[in-house]
């Protein structure tokens, strides 16, 4: 009897934190924005993703780029994301593919890069069966996702000159005019015009939420189990690797 009891509660020690997660998963909506940076001199994207008071920031501006752990609103942890090293060898890609060894005087021998590839890829038959096979899956994810998926506002600013006063204002004067429809679908993007230079820039924020994150965290499951995608990845997998006759 001692030793049932202890396998209950052993049990119930396991599986109550599950539960407790799955639930708190199924209430608590994730929060994501992203924020787009544009001016004459550069472009940044910073995509922010949070749920329950965690999440994380990628600033991605191009120069160097880290990911930051996010308690609340701040910011407690930065992680740098190493760069892939270039490979070793001849960068010029032409080059490696064109690359010719000369084995005897007067011959002039292609190296295995410059080889044709053969008659390697799909034909339209393995085509075709490959995307019936992944469009029910993707169908029935994306129905989900899509009932999840709520677009909260948009907010920032814009400067847009076309290089041409007329052509501006004609299309400052459309935005301006569509303004009150545009509120009405939570756009709240301020335009000024610039008449002098042909100039975009932008700092626009979008905000999404993602209701009931535990429902497309199992539809992606079952997306990835599923024998058709799983048949199309591997034979992706086989493709690129040269292994799939025509």
């Not at 060898?89 to 060894?101: F, I, L, Q, T, W």
Request: overall charge positive.
């Amino acid at each position: 009897m001692d030793v049932l009891l202890i396998l209950v509660f052993i049990l119930v020690c396991l599986l109550v934190p599950v539960v407790a997660l799955a639930l708190l998963l199924y209430a608590i909506p994730v929060r994501a924005s992203v924020r787009l940076i544009r001016d004459e001199a550069s472009t940044a994207r910073t995509l922010e993703v949070s749920w329950a008071g965690f999440g994380v920031r990628s600033p991605g501006t191009g120069v160097k780029s880290s990911i930051g752990i996010l308690l609340g609103a701040h910011q407690v942890l930065t992680v740098p994301v190493p760069k892939e090293s270039p490979p070793v060898g001849d960068s010029s890609p032409e080059s490696a593919k064109n690359r010719v060894h000369q084995e005897t005087p007067g011959t002039v021998v292609q190296s295995d890069a410059a080889k044709p590839a053969g008659n390697v890829g799909l034909n339209a038959g393995g085509v075709i069966t490959v995307v019936l096979n992944i469009v029910r899956p993707l169908i029935s994810f994306g129905s989900v996702a899509g009932n999840a998926f709520r677009f909260v506002d948009a907010r920032g600013t814009m400067k847009l000159g076309l290089g041409d006063p007329v052509s501006t204002g004609e299309i400052c004067g459309i935005y301006w005019a569509s303004k009150f429809v545009m509120m009405a679908s939570r756009v709240y993007v301020d335009l000024e015009p610039v008449f002098d230079r042909e100039v975009l820039n932008l700092d626009i924020t979008l905000r999404f939420t993602i209701r009931h994150p535990l429902l497309v965290l199992i539809a992606a499951a079952r997306l990835s189990m599923d024998p058709g995608v799983r048949g199309a990845g591997d034979t992706l997998l086989r493709r690129k690797a040269g292994a799939v006759p025509t």
